[in-house]
């Protein structure tokens, strides 16, 4: 559940504890009156935006139904580690570092296996887990890119095992059909952005996304 802290001024007047609680105690009621159960113990929250935001609110917990609710530094929802600054600083972690795991024990099975199962097994075991909600990534530092791409050329190696460790990356990739991190990130973020505006899919999307229209007529490329 998101909740939208920028009416500051409605905070200021009913105190910034009273919205969270009574939001979460109506939803805690219609999923009572739906047979389903929220466990008040085993819930956090988790304050998303500029630290002088966040210190604007100054609350790091709240009581619901009877428990008391505390702050968390960070949260997953749907498979991302989702952080104060959306940073993605804790989700790049775990990713790389199951993706190194994976890519330490295709190495070791590299020498029994061919090329093409070589690749498959990285597109479904590795690849996919760079790819898992990476528009999220859009805008990142470099650095934050860098983790991931590091990733990438350890695993396109592993493939090209007879590689020699100072081989350019490039043709590697190239061979193998695959973009670069960056590049994946933007062709995923153009490819929702074309079905948001020729599809209207998803829903939740296109009614975000407005097409931006010129007064005036513009010159043509």
């Known amino acids: 559940m998101i909740l939208n802290f920028t009416f500051l001024s409605q905070l200021k007047t009913v105190g910034p504890t009273s919205v969270p ?17 929220l466990n008040p113990s085993k819930t956090e929250f ?20 009877g428990s008391t609710v505390s702050s968390s530094s960070s949260a997953r929802n749907l498979g991302v580690i989702f952080d104060s600054e959306l ?22 099975i590299r020498p029994l296996l061919d090329h ?18 990476n528009s999220l990534f859009y805008g990142l530092p470099d650095s934050s890119i860098r983790r991931l791409q590091l990733v990438q050329n350890s695993l396109a190696r592993v493939i090209f095992s007879t590689a020699k460790k100072r081989d350019h990356i490039s043709p590697m990739l190239h061979k193998l059909h695959w973009l670069p991190i960056e590049q994946r990130i933007i062709y995923r973020t153009a490819v929702i952005t074309f079905k948001v505006l020729h599809n ?6 296109a009614d975000l996304v407005i097409p931006q229209c010129s007064t005036r007529d513009l010159r043509p490329f």
């Open 21 to 37: 609680s009574t939001t979460i105690d109506s939803v805690h009621a219609r999923l009572t009156r739906n047979r389903l159960a």
């Open 46 to 65: 988790l304050l998303i935006g500029l630290k002088r935001q966040r210190e604007k609110l100054n609350f790091n917990s709240f009581s619901f139904s």
């Open 87 to 108: 940073s993605f600083d804790n989700h790049i972690s775990a990713v790389t570092r199951s993706c190194y795991h994976i890519i330490r024990q295709l190495r070791q």
């Open 116 to 133: 093409n199962t070589a690749v498959s097994l990285a597109n479904s075991l590795v690849s996919s887990r760079l790819d898992f909600c």
């Open 200 to 205: 209207r899919q998803p829903a939740y999307l």
